[in-house]
């Protein structure tokens, strides 16, 4: 089955810095990428996604690329705020039963 | 967006008895539902994959006995943790998905779950 590894597992960036969260996965026929924030004690919020047929994708300060070949991807956050502090969650869909596997985590903290 | 409904966000249960936690979508109908559990400063592991009208399909190391899972209609799917333990304790997360078009199915998350046994 699919495997998703990510990395950093804690970033820490000062305010206005950018942060960059690697994942990788196994199955090259996982076809959808999101990528979820989640608060303490909230639900993950999906905050952007990349789907097989592009390679990048970005919304204001967020952005995402995707290496098929490599199978890897990675969220990018510019200008970062305090307000982004929280854990960050990679996931990949099995293209068969739709379910998401989860990476780690990366619990990103910003500075003031 | 869609919604996605947990309920209940907190329930506290004695050890030896049961609790059932309800996932609705209210907005859309879910072609699949997915319970998660996560324990602290840990990711979502998947337990189960719900489809309408049949049988769970749980993963590797997950007790189906202990962990029933009713899918009764496209908007709700209930997770039962029965004879609960100490152990059980943990935030419960279920997901829908949402078909987008084009083949694309989307996952929205309820708000979870915290059970604590005693």
């Known amino acids: 089955g699919e495997n998703v590894e990510q990395h950093p597992s804690t970033l820490s960036v000062q305010e206005g810095d950018s942060a960059v969260i690697k994942c990788t996965y196994s199955d090259s026929a996982s076809n959808y990428f999101p990528w979820y924030k989640q608060e303490l004690g909230k639900r993950p919020q999906l905050i952007i996604d990349?789907?097989?047929?592009?390679g990048e994708k970005k919304d204001q300060r967020i952005a995402v690329t995707l290496n098929k070949t490599a199978k890897h991807f990675s969220l990018h956050i510019t200008e970062t705020q305090p307000e982004d502090s929280a854990v960050y969650f990679c996931a990949a869909q099995d293209t068969g039963f739709q379910k998401l596997v989860f990476g780690t985590g990366t619990r990103l903290l910003v500075s003031p | 967006g869609a919604v996605v409904s947990q309920h209940p966000s907190r329930v506290i249960c004695k050890s030896g008895t049961s609790v059932k936690i309800e996932c609705r979508s209210l907005?859309?109908?879910?072609?699949?539902m997915f319970w998660y559990r996560q324990f602290p400063k840990q990711s979502l592991m998947l337990m189960a994959t719900s489809n309408e009208g049949s049988k769970a399909t749980y993963e590797q190391g997950v007790e189906k006995d202990k962990f029933l899972i009713n899918h009764a209609s496209l908007t709700l799917s209930t997770l039962t943790v029965t004879s609960a333990h100490p152990e059980d304790s943990s935030f419960y997360i279920c997901?829908?998905?949402?078909?987008?078009?084009?083949?694309?199915?989307?996952?929205?998350f309820g708000q979870g779950t915290r059970l604590t046994v005693v």
């Open positions: 907005d859309f109908q879910a072609t699949t």
């Open positions: 990349i789907r097989s047929n592009v």
């Open positions: 997901s829908a998905q949402k078909y987008a078009g084009q083949g694309w199915t989307e996952a929205f």
